[in-house]
């Protein structure tokens, strides 16, 4: 039970964060649509996994790089923030193209 994987999406969540700021391509630039937009796939893709947890296609498994904690049967705490990190990284990806054009 490490803090490596959580500590490493936090790392990535602050230069997301960092990127944005600089940038201003989401919630340094128009907070509540950025909002918006980040939690719509969010909420479906916890919904995808607790689906697949419920179907027994998806499961935590054994790793010694995570801290254990769940926040429900088989989905564990960094499952939240990969999933935040990955909205995140999208949206980021997504506003910088459409600037450059």
């Given at each position: ?63 010694t790089h995570t801290l254990g904690i ?32």
């Open positions: 039970m490490t803090f490596a994987y959580l500590g490493a999406l936090l790392f990535s969540l602050v230069g997301l964060i960092l990127i944005d700021l600089k940038f201003k391509l989401a919630f340094f630039g128009k907070a509540k649509r950025s909002a918006i937009t980040l939690a719509i796939p969010y909420v479906l893709f916890v919904i995808w996994d607790l689906a697949g947890i419920a179907a027994g296609i998806f499961f935590r498994g054994a790793s769940m926040l429900f049967p088989e989905f564990p705490i960094e499952e939240a923030f990969f999933l935040g990190v990955l909205c995140y990284t999208a949206l980021i990806l997504t506003a910088g193209l459409a600037r450059k054009k």
